[in-house]
T-cell receptor, first 109, second 119 residues
């Protein structure tokens, strides 16, 4: 079983829709949970960073963490074409980040 | 405030040559991490360094790969005798926080990457 599972299937949504992304993980020791956005041929950019279970909002972005289910989510409200990118979940594992494979999101104008 | 810098951005090497990738962390950051991203794969951890120390190299291939972070200058990831399978994007990240045993790595900020192509 992989440490972090993220269904890598591409996701196309119309502008203004809500984008919903999620990851599951197997390591109970993970304490920090992050979402990164990566544009094509660029480095990952830190979007959201959470420590405990619950919700965290930052503008149009909401991150959810459910440690009991080992499940994390990212929601993007009022999606824009500029949100088109690959979104990677990541979580800490003793000195290193363990990443999901990423979801390619395309927001269609 | 400059971000994490990596150079070169693109590197082409023939099989058997050496590849040297450089990373300058963000100002004030003393923790550096290297990750590799293969096509259709997620980012995979390679090595974690602090100034003059390798803290965790559990993700590094046992042969041909080495990393350093000297007291002065950038961190270097060195790949000797490159093979086609080494072709990938290599990312460096840096972190500002002192790592405590129970705190984990904290936030990591990534550079733009070096895309290595082995011909």
């Amino acid at each position: 079983q992989k440490e972090v599972e993220q269904d890598p299937g591409p996701l196309s949504v119309p502008e203004g829709a809500i984008v919903s992304l999620n990851c599951t993980y197997s390591n109970s020791a993970f304490q920090y949970f992050m979402w990164y956005r990566q544009y094509s041929r660029k480095g990952p950019e830190l979007l959201m960073y959470t420590y405990s279970s619950g919700n965290k909002e930052d503008g149009r972005f909401t991150a959810q963490v459910d440690k009991s289910s080992k499940y994390i989510s990212l929601f993007i409200r009022d999606s824009q074409p500029s949100d088109s990118a690959t979104y990677l979940c990541a979580m800490n594992g003793n000195n290193r980040l363990a990443f999901g494979k990423g979801n390619q999101v395309v927001v269609i104008p | 405030n400059a971000g994490v810098m990596q150079n070169p951005r693109h590197l082409v090497r023939r099989r058997g040559q050496e590849a040297r990738l450089r990373c300058s962390p963000m100002k004030g950051h003393s923790h550096v991490y290297w990750y590799r991203q293969l096509p259709e794969e997620g980012l995979k951890f390679m090595v974690y360094l602090q100034k003059e120390n390798i803290i965790d190299e559990s993700g590094m291939p046992k042969e041909r790969f080495s990393a350093e972070f000297p007291k002065e200058g950038p961190s270097i990831l060195r790949i000797q005798q490159v093979v086609r399978g080494d072709s990938a994007a290599y990312f460096c990240a840096s972190s500002p926080k002192t790592l405590l045993r129970d705190r984990g790595p904290g936030e990591q900020y990534f550079g733009p990457g070096t895309r290595l192509t082995v011909t």
